[in-house]
């Protein structure tokens, strides 16, 4: 059995984390934590785009009356992010998360721990167990004969034997660093150390869009090819309906879920007659939003489609200022190149 199949199942809201379940696909707000109608409607763009659950942070007690309204509004199940103030946590329980996520080292101890335990029990939900390299407990961080992945493993293995030593198991773990192979280094010790935890799988604080797909794909690919991650997500510096659509992206090129469709396109060479460029970008627009599991080719010349794109559900083949509409490698229609997109939607929509 690979690791994500030998993991404990946990139920997040109607969302299942674990125990061979799909990977499940999440984001974070970022709207004000106090405004309730814009957490609403930000909730309801990653709906749409595929998301499945959804982390808000609490930064203030505050912000809980806003909390409590999200949550009895949300189409998602709703995790509470609480630092620092543990009494937060006991009231969020209390007001309709669907998970809470701590961090051991600035929830204040242990001790302080025993009382959120009990809340997240009395309301029937998980806790997520969140370690950072960047807020690790300062004793475990001070030693020297332990490498940072050692330390982030660690200090999630020891609070997890905690809660289990308080009777609570319902739980998930997070252990992440900005830095790549940290993180899958940290993630292989937790996969062998805590086999049966589910594992929720990121990198932090990945940058921007162009940085931080590549780093999150690189990372998270290495850990999902080796079966390690039972719900993922890739972290940016954008707007969250863009970590949606990087983690359905990566998920559906691993093989492993498919929600949306995957542009096949040519790098372009001296043999296009199109502006491929823009082409593809258009098409790529064109079928972001579309609920279809479809692989759509956009090639340049005939030499790499419908040859190469064989494999593709649809796709378009260009001439000079021209383009083939092919399905299953068979032509369907010839259309003049400000034709080729529209062309290629409608063929799309009767799939």
């Known amino acids: 059995m690979r690791p994500n199949e030998r993991t404990r ?18 984001s974070m707000l970022n709207a004000p934590a106090d405004d309730v109608a814009e957490n609403l409607a930000q909730i309801d763009r990653l709906a749409e785009a595929g998301c499945e659950i959804v982390r808000m942070a609490i930064p203030r007690r505050d912000c809980l009356d806003a909390f409590e309204a999200v949550c009895a509004a949300s189409p998602l199940p709703v995790v509470a992010d609480i630092h620092f103030d543990p009494l937060i946590a006991i009231e969020a329980a209390r007001r309709g998360a669907a998970k809470l996520r701590i961090n051991p080292g600035n929830i204040g101890g242990l001790d302080a721990a ?26 475990l961080a001070a030693r020297d004969d332990l490498t940072l992945p050692e330390k982030l493993a660690q200090s999630a293995v020891d609070y997890v034997r905690f809660c289990e030593g308080q009777g609570f198991a319902d739980l998930v ?7 790549v192979m940290t993180t899958v280094r940290t993630y292989r010790l937790l996969a062998a150390q805590l086999p049966h935890v589910p594992l929720h799988i990121g990198v932090t604080e990945a940058g921007t869009a162009f940085q931080g797909v590549i780093k999150s794909a690189a990372g998270l690919g290495i850990l999902l090819e080796e079966g390690i991650g039972d719900t993922l997500r890739i972290s940016l510096t954008d707007d969250p309906v863009q970590e949606i659509r990087a983690c359905w992206t990566l998920l559906s090129v691993l093989d492993l879920r498919r929600r949306n469709p995957e542009l096949i396109s040519c790098p372009t060479c001296g043999r296009c007659q199109v502006n491929l460029i823009e082409l593809a970008r258009q098409v790529e627009e064109r079928i972001s939003t579309l609920n279809k599991p479809l692989k759509v080719a956009v090639m340049g010349c005939v030499v790499n489609g419908p040859g190469e794109a064989r494999d593709a559900d649809i796709g378009v083949a260009c001439g000079n200022g021209s383009g083939i509409v092919f399905s299953q490698g068979k032509t369907v229609r010839k259309v003049p190149e400000e034709a080729i997109v529209d062309a290629l939607m409608e063929e799309i929509g009767t799939l």
């Open 9 to 26: 199942p946990v139920r997040v809201g109607g969302v299942t984390v674990g125990g061979g379940a799909p990977v499940a696909v999440q």
């Open 114 to 139: 025993v009382p959120v335990l009990e809340a997240a029990r009395q309301a029937g939900i998980p806790i997520r167990i969140g370690v950072n390299a960047g807020s690790l407990d300062a004793g």
């Open 173 to 179: 773990v997070s252990a992440k660093a900005h830095d």
